[in-house]
C-alpha cells in the first residue's frame, strides 16, 4: 500500500482551539479500482493495515489490495505521520507536548471525512472497525450513515464504559508517576511510564486462558514465576522501540474517554438508529474490554443489524488474531 499526506486547513477541534495546519496520513491501495474498503485502525496502530493485520489484509488476502481499493486514516495524535503532540510547533521549534488542542473520537473522524472527499470517493462499500478502530467506525456510520453500503463493527462499542475508563485512567497515572514525563524537552519524556501503561493494557487485551497458554512456567519446580513478567516488561519495551511516545499514548488516551456517539444527538439508542448500513457487530467471548454482554445490549439498536460471537483463547486481541473465523464471517457478509 502507498503513504500519502493531506494537510488540512484552518482544523477546530471538537473540545476546543484551532490549529492553522494538520497533517494527515493515510494509506490506499495502488489502483483505485474495485470496491472501497474503508479499515480504522486501534490505538497503537498506523494506517498501513498490512503491517498490523497481515493474515487479513494483503496480496490474495480478504483484503486484497491488488483488487480492492483499500483506504485507512491514521489518527490524529497519534506518533505515526498524523498532527499530535509529538509534531513540531512551528511557534516554537519543538514538539507541541502539551499545547497541542484536545482530540476526540469525532475529530478523527472529521479528518477521515476530508481524506474521503479529497480521494472523492462518493460511496464506501465496506466500512471496518475494531477497538478503538471501532470508535470511528461506529461514530462515522452514525455522522454520514447514506455513505456506507456495509458497515463490520469488532470487539467495540458506542461509547466508552466505566471499565474501560478506569483502565485508561490507570495508563495515564502510569505516565504520569514517571518524573520524567512533564518536564522533558524531548519526546524520550515518560519512556518508563510508557512501558508501564503498556503493560498494564496488554492484561487488559488479553485474558487468564491466553495467558495460562503462552506464559506458564516450563517447569513443576520453579521457584519464581519470571515468565510473564518478562513478557510484560518485553511488550512495554517494544512499543518504545517501535516509536512510540508517551505523549502520543496520553493523548490518544483522553480520545478513548471521549467516545459517546449518543451525545448531541438523544443518546446511544437514538444515535444508532441513524446508521442506514448493512451490519455485523461481533464480540469476542473472552474480550474483558468489550464483553459480549455488553455489546449484545447495544447491536440491537442498529436497524437490521446482525450479532454474531468469535470464540478465542486470547480476549480481546481476539480481532488481531482469529482472522480465520473473521474471514469466514465477512465471507458470508
Known amino acids: 500500500m502507498i503513504r500519502h499526506e493531506l494537510v488540512l486547513d484552518d482544523f477546530s477541534f471538537e473540545a476546543g482551539g484551532r490549529l492553522e495546519h494538520v497533517k494527515i ?6 489502483i483505485p479500482r474495485g470496491r472501497v474498503i474503508w ?19 494483503g496480496p490474495g488476502r480478504f483484503f486484497d489490495p491488488e483488487r480492492d481499493f ?22 516554537t521549534g519543538i514538539p507541541f507536548f502539551f499545547d497541542f488542542p484536545a482530540v476526540t473520537v469525532r475529530d478523527m473522524v472529521t479528518a477521515m ?13 465496506l466500512l471496518v472497525g475494531s477497538s478503538i478502530g471501532g470508535f470511528q467506525a461506529v461514530e462515522w456510520a452514525v455522522t454520514e450513515p447514506d455513505l456506507f453500503e456495509k458497515a463490520v463493527f469488532i470487539a467495540t462499542s458506542p461509547r ?28 524520550s519524556g515518560g519512556a518508563a511510564g510508557l512501558r508501564c501503561a503498556r503493560a498494564q493494557a496488554l492484561i487488559s487485551y488479553r485474558c487468564f486462558e491466553g495467558y495460562g497458554l503462552t506464559q506458564a512456567e516450563a517447569g513443576d519446580d520453579t521457584l519464581f514465576a519470571t515468565r510473564a ?37 438523544g443518546g446511544v439508542a437514538a444515535a444508532l438508529g441513524r446508521i442506514r448500513a448493512k451490519t455485523v457487530v461481533a ?19 442498529i436497524p437490521g443489524a446482525v450479532y454474531k460471537r468469535l470464540t478465542s483463547s486470547f480476549g480481546h486481541d481476539g480481532f488481531l488474531l482469529e482472522t480465520g473465523q473473521l474471514t469466514e464471517l465477512l465471507c458470508k457478509f
Open 25 to 30: 496520513v493515510y494509506h490506499t491501495s495502488r
Open 229 to 265: 513478567a518478562s513478557y510484560e516488561r518485553y511488550q512495554g519495551e517494544k512499543l518504545v522501540r517501535r516509536g512510540f511516545d508517551a505523549y502520543s499514548y496520553y493523548y490518544l488516551c483522553n480520545a478513548v474517554d471521549s467516545h459517546n456517539v449518543g451525545r448531541g444527538r
Open 70 to 91: 483499500i483506504v485507512c486514516v491514521n489518527m490524529i495524535a497519534s506518533p505515526y505521520g498524523s498532527s499530535g503532540p509529538a509534531s513540531v510547533n512551528p511557534e
Open 39 to 57: 479499515i480504522c485502525h486501534a490505538l497503537t496502530a498506523n494506517s498501513d493495515p498490512e503491517d498490523w493485520w497481515p493474515e487479513m489484509v
Open 113 to 125: 471525512a476530508a481524506v474521503r472527499r479529497h480521494l472523492g470517493i462518493g460511496k464506501i462499500d
Open 160 to 187: 466508552v464504559s466505566p471499565y474501560l475508563s478506569a483502565g485508561i485512567e490507570t495508563q495515564r497515572m502510569a505516565l504520569e508517576a514517571d518524573q520524567t514525563f512533564r518536564k522533558a524537552s524531548d519526546l
Open 283 to 301: 464480540s469476542i467471548d473472552t474480550d474483558c474490554i468489550f464483553p459480549p454482554q455488553e455489546i449484545e445490549t447495544w447491536a440491537p439498536f
